[in-house]
């Protein structure tokens, strides 16, 4: 059972920057996507960005474009968002979110990371 936990949260004033990291345990074999999600207080989840097993496949929010970046460590089994200029609106929890690419695969969630955004 694919297992995420999620650090690197906090609070920063705009402009700052923040890493956030999710670590991967449990995978046995085969392709997946990692996303990261954002959940903001009365508001829907949204999806942030999304990369592929091997790195090679990358997708942004419009709203996060050219400030956050996803990137992955293999060797160490964990998947970054880079978060640049960051914006009161990107204030949220954030979560980790496996999916497996196989027809009827597994998928998990982590238990989320603050963000906050304040001057």
């Known amino acids: 059972q694919v297992q995420l936990v999620e650090s690197g949260g906090g609070s920063v004033q705009p402009g700052e920057s923040l890493r956030l990291s999710c670590t991967i345990s449990?995978?046995?074999?085969?392709?997946?996507?990692i996303s990261w999600y954002r959940q903001a207080t009365g508001k829907e989840r949204e999806l942030v960005a999304t990369?592929?097993?091997?790195?090679?496949?990358?997708n942004y929010a419009d709203s996060v474009k050219g400030r956050f970046t996803i990137s992955s460590d293999n060797s160490r089994k964990t998947v970054y968002l880079q978060m640049d200029n960051l914006k009161p609106e990107d204030t949220a929890d954030y979560y980790c979110?496996?999916?497996?690419?196989?027809?009827?695969?597994?998928?998990?969630w982590g238990q989320g990371t603050q963000v906050t955004v304040s001057s």
């Open positions: 449990g995978h046995t074999g085969g392709l997946y996507y």
């Open positions: 979110h496996y999916r497996s690419a196989l027809a009827g695969g597994s998928s998990a």
């Open positions: 990369i592929s097993a091997h790195g090679l496949s990358k």
